[in-house]
């Protein structure tokens, strides 16, 4: 079955960085645009970041342009985001996500999510 596996997030003070990894397994990893959430306490789901399958262009959030980059590697199965100047409002739930095609039912895939907590 669909398996996302996050991992890489800790506590770290304003100003470090983290490199989260997301893990894939159960699909077919290189056929699917893959994204990074967040989710705050008391706040709503927010995109981060999404990187297409092959070639094109990534997109970012505008409050973390700059800062982040989302990468994958196929051969490995697993997605990235370097998170570099990270601010207190970093702080939050990282999940790795993607959405299944018409073979999957349409249904958007999660993992159990990494916790980042960016304070001094």
């Known amino acids: 079955q669909v398996q996302l596996v996050e991992s890489g997030g800790g506590l770290v003070q304003p100003g470090g960085s983290l490199r989260l990894s997301c893990a894939a397994s159960?699909?077919?990893?290189?056929?699917?645009?893959m994204s990074w959430y967040r989710q705050a306490p008391g706040k709503e789901r927010e995109l981060v970041a999404t990187?297409?399958?092959?070639?094109?262009?990534?997109n970012y959030a505008d409050s973390v342009k700059g800062r982040f980059t989302i990468s994958r590697d196929h051969a490995k199965n697993t997605m990235y985001l370097q998170m570099n100047s990270l601010r207190p409002e970093d702080t939050g739930v990282y999940l790795c996500?993607?959405?299944?095609?018409?073979?999957?039912?349409?249904?958007?895939?999660w993992g159990q999510g990494t916790q980042v907590t960016v304070s001094s």
């Open positions: 159960g699909f077919t990893f290189s056929s699917y645009a």
């Open positions: 990187v297409p399958t092959f070639g094109g262009g990534t």
């Open positions: 996500s993607f959405l299944g095609g018409r073979s999957m039912g349409w249904s958007r895939y």
